[in-house]
């Protein structure tokens, strides 16, 4: 009797949890609001095939390195002719006069001892060198990239509001992207290829702007344009700037961006928050150079060029570019999820439509119906009363299922509706075995009682060792599967514990709720 209240205690309280998950995904408005998420196939949404340029991220990390050979032979008083990038990943150097040359081998020997030579000449008094990473580090460098970049587009997906993403690498430097349910598709595609690379730069102001568009680019400078579009016209204008190339600060000490609105304009504008040491650099850079202009350039392209007027301590600053809210707002999840180690380039995109997924969901649910009633029939014409007991089982069983899917928050796909269908089948597949044993028991006279213990106790072993092979392998297809494959293995994980719960637990109670409590002298089997 012990026995008998523990299992109803057990079964109420599974059977209710899984009532709770699933009546969310009915009326939303029911706790704890956990609807089950329907995949890409099911409710529409975008696929995106994504490929990180891993070479740029070495020419950045290059262009890095020249930058600190710079400051390192200026700190020393070490003069150089040449000192720039060349054939994609080489650093060409040239030096005169031996005492330079000493000085730079001795930086090159302490500070970049990684960094291989691979030409060295002397032509008098004059040393020309090319250096560059080894393959093992470049190497280290692109698979970083990758790593980066999935984990950037996963926050910025994240803060964008997308339920249940599908972001995963495929290759060296491929990520798939899945984005169920997302409408403005050109938003998010604009959003997950910004690289977001935050930049400031001092304005070059003692050459002509006018004279750098004709190709008279001065010696350490670029010209980068400011990009605004007329709200009324719909009109871009491009404004030329000549900019320093060396980078003053970036936003890799950014901690905070958000959006805010200007009293004055009535218009949006993202202020940026510095860690200490940004705020520090920034305060210097500030000081340094009152009354120049300071460019603040992001992916290239420059947002605004204010007039520093004083030193701007508290590590704060702001971005203003006439932006419309959901455009600050984008510019604000850029910066907070980090900048992308590499630009990325979209090979593929698939756009699913809602009408497409809500015809698969009606052809799912009508063949899972078709197959549940074929199923309930069978058990009821060849098992007669104890063919009822399973086909409630069978019914309990799928509300574990959906229960579990909105429980765990796991997405439920077209592949994983088969899953379910497929668990249909199995979950009576437990209950033959018993229900067969127990006719043999009785065939060969037992009482009912002892028939049913008879029954259970010599279908378990084979019940439990063919459902934990499928678990197991539905579990290797849930760990190495992709897209479709994992939501297969989810479904069919869930439906294999179910039919475990239902067919030993919950059917053995309702037959020892008759044969003990009703004590019922014969079986409808």
Request: proline share 3%.
């Amino acid at each position: 009797m012990g026995n008998l209240s523990w299992r109803v205690l057990a079964v109420f309280g599974v059977m209710i949890a899984a009532i709770i998950y699933v009546l969310p995904t009915i009326e939303p408005s029911f706790w704890p609001y956990k609807k089950i998420n329907l995949g890409l196939d099911l409710q529409g949404g975008m696929h995106l095939a994504l490929e990180v340029d891993t070479d740029k991220a070495v020419e950045g990390t290059i262009e890095r390195i020249i930058q600190e050979i710079r400051s390192s032979l200026k700190k020393e008083h070490i003069r150089y002719v040449t000192l720039n990038r060349i054939e994609g990943n080489r650093i060409l150097i040239k030096l005169e006069g031996q005492q330079h040359i000493d000085g730079f081998e001795k930086i090159l020997d302490k500070e970049f001892k990684n960094m291989r030579i691979l030409s060295r000449s002397m032509d008098a008094d004059a040393l020309t060198m090319q250096i560059d990473l080894p393959d093992r580090e470049t190497d280290q460098i692109k698979k970083l990239a990758t790593g980066q970049a999935l984990e950037t587009i996963r926050n910025r997906i994240d803060q964008f509001g997308v339920s249940e993403p599908d972001i995963r690498r495929q290759g060296e430097k491929r990520i798939l992207v899945q984005l169920p349910g997302i409408k403005d598709t050109k938003r998010a595609i604009a959003l997950i290829g910004k690289t977001a690379l935050l930049e400031f730069k001092l304005v070059d102001e003692t050459h002509d702007v006018n004279d750098a568009l004709k190709g008279n680019v001065p010696p350490g400078s670029e010209v980068l344009y400011g990009v605004k579009e007329d709200p009324t016209t719909k009109r871009i204008y491009k404004t030329p700037y000549l900019l320093k190339k060396r980078t003053l600060l970036t936003g890799a000490n950014l901690t905070d961006a958000r959006v805010q609105i200007d009293s004055q304009y009535n218009e949006p504008y993202v202020s940026i928050d510095f860690d200490k040491k940004g705020g520090r650099d920034f305060e210097r850079i500030t000081e340094e150079n009152v009354k120049k202009r300071l460019a603040i350039v992001l992916d290239n392209k420059v947002y605004s060029a204010p007039v520093i007027q004083e030193k701007i301590s508290g590590g704060k600053a702001r971005i203003t570019g006439h932006f419309t809210t959901e455009e600050a707002r984008d510019l604000a999840i850029a910066l907070r999820a980090g900048a992308l180690p590499a630009p990325v380039n979209i090979l593929e995109e698939r756009t699913v439509g809602p009408s497409l997924g809500t015809d698969s969901i009606k052809k799912g649910l009508i063949s899972m119906c078709v197959g549940g009633i074929l199923v309930i029939l069978f058990m009821i014409v060849y098992y007669r009363g104890a063919g009822l007991i399973a086909d409630v089982a069978l019914i309990l069983n799928i509300l574990l299922i959906a229960g579990g899917l909105a429980g765990f928050q796991a997405t439920l796909t077209l592949p994983g509706i088969a899953g379910i269908i497929l668990t249909i089948g199995m979950a009576v597949d437990a209950n033959v075995l018993i229900f067969e044993r127990i006719r043999e028991e009785l065939h060969i006279g037992k009482t009912p009682r002892a028939a049913v213990d008879a029954g259970y106790d010599r279908a378990t072993l084979t019940i439990l060792d063919a459902n934990v092979t499928t678990l197991i392998a539905a579990l290797v297809l849930f760990q190495f599967g992709t897209g479709p494959v994992k939501g297969f293995a989810v479904t069919l994980s869930l439906g294999v514990i179910a039919s475990l719960f239902t067919a030993l637990i919950l059917t053995r109670m309702v037959f020892d709720y008759y044969l003990i409590k009703r004590k019922t002298k014969s079986l409808s089997i």
